[in-house]
């Protein structure tokens, strides 16, 4: 189970970015794929997640109506689709594979992280 995320780099305030993470081995037996951030100095945070058996999704405040996920199955990759970029955007984001919440909805919170991805670079200045 390996995880491989991409798409960081540098971009304006208001600008566009789409992250992609790869998955390989089983790990879309998983029950969500969630996207975590950590900026310099702050906990890793949960951003977002879609589970893989209906698609359906949650977001962080933060990032809502800014940032969509999606996935495509036939090549197990999930992506961010980032838009109208804030500073406060910057930061390491990592995707990872999450354990089922007991819920309808995934919850991308740290405790059901199974599988961590390396992090992909994102950020945004001026």
């Known amino acids: 189970v390996q995880l491989q995320a991409s798409g960081g780099g540098l971009v304006q305030p208001g600008g566009s970015l789409r992250l992609s993470c790869a998955a390989s081995?089983?790990?879309?037996?998983?029950?969500?794929i969630g996207w975590f951030r950590q900026a310099p100095g702050k906990e890793r945070e949960g951003v977002s997640c879609?589970?893989?058996?209906?698609?359906?999704?949650a977001y962080a405040d933060s990032v809502k109506r800014r940032f969509t996920i999606s996935r495509d199955n036939a090549n197990n990759t999930v992506y961010l689709q980032m838009r109208r970029l804030k500073p406060e955007d910057t930061a390491v984001y990592y995707c990872?594979?999450?354990?089922?919440?007991?819920?309808?909805?995934?919850?991308?919170?740290?405790?059901?992280?199974?599988?961590w991805g390396q992090g992909t670079q994102v950020t945004v200045s001026s």
């Open positions: 081995g089983s790990t879309f037996n998983s029950d969500s």
């Open positions: 879609i589970r893989s058996q209906d698609g359906s999704t």
């Open positions: 990872a594979t999450l354990y089922y919440s007991g819920s309808t909805t995934c919850r991308v919170v740290r405790q059901l992280v199974d599988v």
